[in-house]
């Protein structure tokens, strides 16, 4: 029923920065969540960052707090995280999240394929 089509992962250097975006598409419809999760090679898959519909509740991991910016732009069905000062611990892939009630509770209903961020020294 709803597609994610995520974009932006690539190769960065420590310190640099990167936007990350995620469509959605088909039946959608309105007030939904979206979000982030992140999953490195023999770990668990965790939660960067997530957003409310109206964007004023925002939730970030303590790992990238004050680093990471979370944002959507409902005309288009998209949402952006916006990475600055990488480091290398943030090397994994990132997929993008859709919830018709609360990405962090019960959780996601629909998943992104997943980009891979790569960041090196």
């Known amino acids: 029923q709803v597609h994610l089509v995520e974009s932006g992962g690539g190769l960065v250097q420590v310190g640099g920065s990167l936007r990350l975006s995620c469509a959605a598409s088909?039946?959608?419809?309105?007030?939904?969540?979206m979000g982030w999760f992140r999953q490195a090679p023999g770990k668990e898959r965790e939660i960067v960052a997530a957003?409310?519909?109206?964007?004023?509740?925002?939730y970030y991991a303590d790992s990238v707090k004050g680093r990471f910016t979370i944002s959507r732009d409902n005309a288009k069905n998209t949402v952006y995280l916006q990475m600055a000062n990488l480091k290398l611990e943030d090397t994994a892939v990132y997929y993008c999240?859709?919830?018709?009630?609360?990405?962090?509770?019960?959780?996601?209903?629909?998943w992104g394929q997943g980009t891979q961020v790569t960041v090196s020294s």
């Open positions: 957003i409310s519909w109206t964007g004023d509740n925002a």
């Open positions: 088909g039946r959608t419809g309105s007030s939904y969540g």
């Open positions: 999240a859709f919830s018709w009630e609360g990405i962090l509770a019960p959780g996601p209903d629909y």
